[in-house]
């Protein structure tokens, strides 16, 4: 694939292209990245959690401070542990993967975001029986793509406005910036750069940097793109809140705004499932549930009664069939209390 760098002033003072895929940061552009940026020391990768809402959450953590880091001071290699505890963790425990997205709190956006996109490209990498090393691409592009863009991003999580002149700026140079940065940490591989790239193109040819249309962009790049969709709709901002998962579902599979790729939309309703893991419903005798896990029964998940404790309740048999989906989103302060569902 070859783009070409926008003809932008904007761009151009940040990013210097060097080939196809190639694009580095602008010496003076980084040197005043280096100068802002917190001498925070390199974050160390926790140890692996009990359980998987625990596990998501110390990722989280861990990625934050990385995302703060000077252009000198990121390596690729605590983005690739990152990666394989992303992967391990939604490969082990798929039901918890799918909970962390519903109901870990957060407080970095971008760290946040970039965490549970991986996890979901993870579990949709699997679902559509990707090779490994389209999965790993995968999964740090996920990780990587608002590297570009931190301060701002976390800014427009509080920000109900329409986008400033210098945002849009940005947001539209971040993807650009995000591939330097990670070029920059030592990450060559041509895959991870044509997703970093492109993940905000569409195929109407309305996306950005390079306005791809159609067959233009990678397949991955859409899925990458689609996911993106999907974790922002998930996710609260500081003036809404998150938007529960069928409705959010629902909202990407009838792509109002932009053509998503149907096929995209359709495995996304599978992995999370009619009623998702971490969401909670109605049973026929009246208590509710939280859903701890799939079954090959679509509509009948196992399910637990947060009062009674962890033990799973099987939805098909007679008095326990869930009655509907219960629109309930519990707060931080009960957070330790939804843990002990997904032993990891």
């Given at each position: 694939m070859?783009?070409e ?17 190639d ?28 359980h ?21 001071q ?105 591939s ?31 306005h791809?249309r ?54 996304l309703?599978?992995v999370?499932?009619?009623y998702?893991?971490?969401?909670f ?19 009948k ?29 519990p ?10 569902f997904?032993?990891?």
């Open positions: 070859k783009l760098l926008p003809d932008f002033i904007f761009i151009r003072n940040r990013v210097v292209q060097y080939g196809d895929l694009f580095r940061l602008d010496p003076r552009f980084q040197e005043s990245l280096a100068a802002t940026a917190p001498q925070s020391p390199l974050p160390v990768i926790p140890p692996v959690a009990p998987a809402l625990v596990e998501a959450i110390s990722l989280v953590q861990y990625f934050a401070p990385y995302t703060q880091l000077a252009p000198g990121l390596s690729a290699e605590p983005l690739q542990l990152l990666a394989g505890r992303v992967i391990d963790l939604a490969t082990r425990c798929p039901d918890g993967a799918i909970a962390a997205i519903l109901l870990c709190p957060w407080q970095d956006y971008v760290a946040h975001h970039a965490i549970n996109t991986a996890l979901l490209a993870c579990r949709m990498a699997i679902a559509l029986g990707l090779p490994e090393p389209e999965q790993t691409a995968l999964v740090l592009a996920a990780l990587g793509m608002n590297l570009g863009a931190v301060a701002l991003q976390n800014e427009l999580a509080s920000q109900n406005a329409p986008l400033s002149t210098g945002q849009r700026q940005l947001i539209n140079a971040h993807p650009l910036i995000s330097a940065l990670l070029r920059a940490a030592g990450l060559e591989d041509e895959r991870l750069h044509t997703l970093v790239l492109t993940h905000h193109e569409r195929r109407d040819g309305r996306g950005y940097p390079f791809l159609e067959d233009e962009i990678d397949p991955l790049a859409h899925l990458l793109h689609v996911l993106d969709i999907v974790i922002a709709k998930l996710m609260p901002r500081s003036y809404r809140s998150r938007l529960p998962a069928r409705q959010a579902l629902a909202q990407v599979y009838a792509a109002p705004k932009e053509p998503l790729d149907p096929q995209y939309a359709a495995q309703v599978k999370f499932g009619i998702p893991s971490g969401s419903v109605k049973l026929e005798d009246g208590q509710t549930a939280l859903v701890v896990s799939q079954t090959d029964a679509a509509d998940p196992m399910v637990a009664v947060p009062a009674i404790g962890p033990t799973p309740v099987d939805t098909s048999t007679t008095g326990r069939l869930i009655q509907e989906s219960v629109a309930s989103q707060s931080a302060r009960h957070f330790a209390t939804l843990v002990p997904w032993p990891f």
